[in-house]
């Protein structure tokens, strides 16, 4: 596990530091008063508990920090004041992992429902933060990776832009990003609501099983990719590839669509009762704007509604059920009730 954690925190730190968040403006400082570590007590407590914790694996090292933060006795105040004085400590192994696992303990632990995290003021950007929220966060600064990895409740706000993975298994709540991400939104989803104010590199949505997400901007390639429910709104436009094996659920582009529409739609389980086939399983895309080419290329069960001009059909002689429609009319429509 080591190995693995490791691995991946290399990979979105290299990342990170060759393309500082890509075409992404970097973050504006904010000036932070130094804190005084004499000042609360229990500030002082939090800090001598906090430089003996590492990391080695995710699950088991949060359970740890969730211990420890059980011992203390803080306010959201002292978290507060506890992320601004993370600074000195920002050279250290694993600083990131540390403390976006140290962050989330405390939180999730404290008994305040509202807390503030101020991090613009780290160069080294914190990975995890917001694991298995369930409390009201509000987080001004850019972030790594993994925040709001399986979220159960509450509101987490980041005020500020995230490289990677954002809402990974979330199962509740509500996360807003006001900034520009890289890759990756609610990838394995299952409930709760994701909203991002700004632009999304590629991959929103992958294996989404439920939940909504809506980015106010433009996308990249493969939204949607292997998506089994939940919704998906963009405002503006999508690249290549969306909703690419797609199984289930909605996608709304209410800008243009690249190429690739839909490729190899299909729909998981039991698709016929009674031999009709069920309806709400079918997967659904709606372009509101102009599509590419290859729309429905090798789908097999699935809805795409074209409202703007399109370039041409892929291959949709495996169409069993469903079709493609455009300004009202069927393109192609097949009804797969009562085959096999």
């Known amino acids: 596990m080591r190995q693995l954690a490791s691995a991946n925190h290399r990979l979105i730190s290299q990342s990170l530091a060759a393309h500082e968040f890509g075409k992404y403006k970097r973050e504006r400082k904010e000036a932070v008063r130094a804190v005084d570590v004499n000042e609360s007590e229990a500030l002082k407590q939090i800090l001598e508990v ?3 914790f590492l990391f080695d694996s995710l699950h088991s090292d949060y359970n740890i920090a969730l211990d420890i933060a059980k011992g203390l006795n803080y306010s959201a105040k002292d978290v507060e004041n506890f992320s601004i004085a993370l600074a000195k400590f920002q050279d250290e192994t694993h600083f990131d992992l540390r403390a976006g696992v140290f962050l989330s303990a405390l939180i999730n632990n404290g008994k305040d429902d509202s807390y503030t995290i101020r991090v613009s003021h780290i160069s080294t950007k914190l990975i995890y933060l917001g694991y298995k929220n369930t409390k009201n966060v509000q987080v001004y600064g850019d972030l790594n990776a993994d925040v709001g990895y399986g979220m159960k409740s509450g509101l987490l706000v980041v005020h500020g832009e995230v490289y990677a993975r954002v809402g990974t298994e979330m199962k509740g709540g509500k996360i807003i990003i006001n900034g520009n ?8 989803m299952n409930a709760g609501e994701i909203v991002i104010n700004g632009d999304v590199g590629a991959h929103v949505g992958a294996r989404l099983k439920g939940g909504k997400i809506k980015i106010n901007g433009s996308v990249g390639y493969k939204v949607g990719e292997h998506m089994h429910g939940g919704e998906i709104v963009i405002r503006k436009n999508a690249a290549s590839d969306t909703g690419a094996f797609m199984r289930g659920g909605k996608i709304i582009i209410k800008g243009n669509a690249g190429s690739g529409l839909g490729d190899s739609m299909d729909i998981d389980g039991i698709r016929r009762v009674d031999g009709k086939v069920i309806e709400s399983k079918v997967p659904v895309i709606v372009v ?13 069960f699935g809805r795409i509604y074209l409202h703007g001009k399109y370039k041409k059909l892929g291959n949709t ?8 429609y455009h300004k009202g009319s069927a393109l192609i429509e097949r009804n797969g009730d009562l085959k096999s």
Do not use: T
């Open 50 to 52: 906090w430089k003996p």
């Open 181 to 188: 991400m890289e890759e990756m939104v609610g990838s394995g």
């Open 288 to 300: 509101h704007g102009n599509a590419q080419d290859y729309i429905g290329e090798n789908i097999f």
């Open 317 to 324: 002689r495996h169409l069993v059920h469903g079709g493609i």
